[in-house]
């Protein structure tokens, strides 16, 4: 370490993600930010998250890396149908908690509103953490309950003609 004139803990630590540091940068700067270096932070961060989701979808439903598939249907197993729904409707009540909590206090009910495609970019508070943690928690009891009722192929055989039907909605071909 002589010499280097960083500690232990400063070499040691993770380097940050870009789209982190962007936005670092971007709430120091003083005075008005254009709509470029914000869209910028947000691609950077979306494409973060695309590349997270990706790797869970890999993992789980394309079977590359069956751990987590086997974990799951573990502890599915384990537990059974009835104790697992019951903890699915705990989950989904924490996360009804937690988005309500981050709605009222990151949002301040509203006068800040979601819109990650049109300048708002998530500051990591406790409770936005709290709410992608409960989204987690729900997500892998909904894992678990496909695996004990049907098996994921049926599960997202529903959810494709469900996307479908609603993006004819969306764009106005709906019977």
Known sequence: M??????????????????????????????????AVIVACQEAEIEEYRKKIQMIEERFFKGKNDTLEEKMSQIASNYGYEAQSRQLIEEMAELTQAINKYWRKDLKCGKFPYQPFHGYIPDRTTTYKNLLEEIADVQIMLWQMSFLLTGKEDINKMIEEKLDRQIRRITGEME
């Open 2 to 35: 002589e010499g280097s004139g960083r500690t232990h803990t400063e070499m040691c630590r993770k380097e940050e993600p870009l789209y982190v540091k962007a936005r670092k940068r971007v709430q120091r700067m003083k005075g008005p930010v254009s709509d």
